[in-house]
Structure formats: C-alpha cells, structure tokens
C-alpha cells in the first residue's frame, strides 16, 4: 500500500496526538520510571547494544535526558498516571533524521535497514528503504544463515528482522545487528555507510562506529542517552506500537519528504 501525501508540520503535530504517537502515550510513568532505573544499575536488558559503563548511574540523570529530549513529565515526584512524548520533538527528530537520509541519498550509501519492533516499525523501515534504493543507495542485504541465542537474522521486505518460532520477534538486544556486521566482515563486504533501526539494532550499530539512526519509546532510555553522548546520531521518540501501523504513515510520508525523497515501489 502507497503511503500518503506529506503532511504539513501542523497536520503532522495533530495527527500524531490524535493516534497517540506522541502526546498522551499508552506508557505509563510507572513504566518509564522503572525502565530507568534498571538502566541505572547496570541491567544491560535495558542498555539496547550500549556500553554505558558508570556514566549513566543516576536515574534521576535518566530523567533529565528523557525530559529534554523526549518530553516525557520532568518532575521526578511524578510517579504514577499517563506520560508524554513531545510531539515537537518527534518532528523536529524527524526533519533531523531527513538531513542525514538526504546526504545518503546524494552520496548514494550503502545503508542497512532493521528493527525489533516489526508490528509497529517494519513498513516504516521499508519505505524508507524503498526511496532510498530509488534515489540510488545500495540497501545492505545481510548474509545468510545467521543465528543469536534468540532466534534467526534475516531480512524481510529490506529490513533485517528476528525470527523465532516462524514469527517476527520483538527484541532490544543488540547481537543481531553484531551477528550482521560479522556476516559481512567474514564475507569480505563492506559495512554500511548508515544504519536506520531501532532498540539494539540501532544502539549497536552505534556502539561500533556506525552513522546510526533509530526510533524509541519513552520507556527506552537508552538510544536517547546515546544520541545526547554522539553515539547515535538522531533518536526520535515517538510510541512504536500504536493500534494500527498504518498510523506511521503520515510520518513517514513527512520523513520521506523533508528528505527530498520520492517513495519507492
């Protein structure tokens, strides 16, 4: 299914609170405050491919990144009830998330798409990957037969994915995306010039040296703590699993659009 005209920014804002995306999100505080603190001491669950070390071990440190970078509630006695994303922060994420697309898209790069979240990410990754093969980037396509302790890495639709028990697989570890960049190695093939993910593919990918983009929810600190560290170039927040994804299509129209890209086929 073709996605959408672009919307403007104003439209963008409202649909985005009106489907939840941003705004008032599904996660509550009690949530969010719990992810944060378990990344403060050091559960690596929650870490998304990061290495962290001691540098992130107060939570309340957690909350202050989340709070200017997502728009989560910054009061740290708020601690039960709905949380927030901004959605102007979603957009302006996503206009700077467009500049780095533009200049793959004009050095035609060699780009890997993935994502852990694949009933709310995947046909944003693909589209996305779509524009940019139209525009000439080579998109990676992953080695075959690689395996984690969860599951297999293949690529469906030209995002790299986890499987497991022949279905898609929600996942926040890192070691697909570590268990791809060997593939390519041992294949003798270059690494991607820009990863675009999210969870640990993305943090990964980072970790390593990587130009590294992704998405997360506001009870995934870590790609936000990235991004405020230079590991990660762009984290957009925004909520990945609403109740339908074809509510991200709005989005990526506008991605696609500040990007200068033409959706592919």
Request: proline share 6%.
């Amino acid at each position: 299914m073709p996605i959408p005209a672009a919307p403007t920014r104003a439209d963008l804002l409202d649909h985005l609170v009106r489907t939840r995306i941003a705004g008032d999100v599904a996660t509550p505080r009690e949530n969010n405050l719990s992810h944060y603190r378990k990344l403060a001491n050091g559960d690596r669950n929650y870490w998304l491919g990061l290495e962290l070390g001691d540098r992130w071990t107060d939570e309340q440190d957690v909350l202050a990144v989340m709070a200017e970078r997502c728009g989560v509630n910054d009061d740290p006695e708020y601690r039960y009830g709905q949380d927030t994303i901004d959605p102007e922060l979603t957009v302006d994420a996503l206009e700077r998330m467009a500049g780095r697309l533009r200049k793959a898209a004009a050095g035609r790069q060699r780009v890997l798409f993935a994502t852990g979240h694949p009933g709310g990410l995947l046909d944003v990754h693909r589209a996305t990957a779509a524009a940019l093969r139209a525009a000439g980037c080579e998109i990676v396509v992953v080695p075959d037969g690689l395996t984690t302790d969860e599951g297999y890495v293949f690529q469906f639709a030209d995002v790299a994915v986890l499987e497991h028990g022949a279905t898609l697989w929600h996942t926040h570890s890192g070691e697909p995306m570590r268990a791809i960049l060997r593939g390519l190695e041992g294949e003798g093939r270059p690494l991607p010039d820009l990863v675009v993910a999210d969870h640990g593919w993305a943090g990964c990918a980072g970790q390593l040296g990587l130009d590294s983009m992704g998405y997360a929810d506001c009870n995934d600190p870590a790609l936000f703590l990235a991004e405020a560290e230079g590991t990660v170039q762009v984290t957009v927040p925004l909520d990945d699993h609403v109740t339908s994804p074809r509510h991200y299509d709005p989005m990526t129209a506008y991605l696609l659009d500040a990007a200068g890209l033409t959706p592919g086929a």
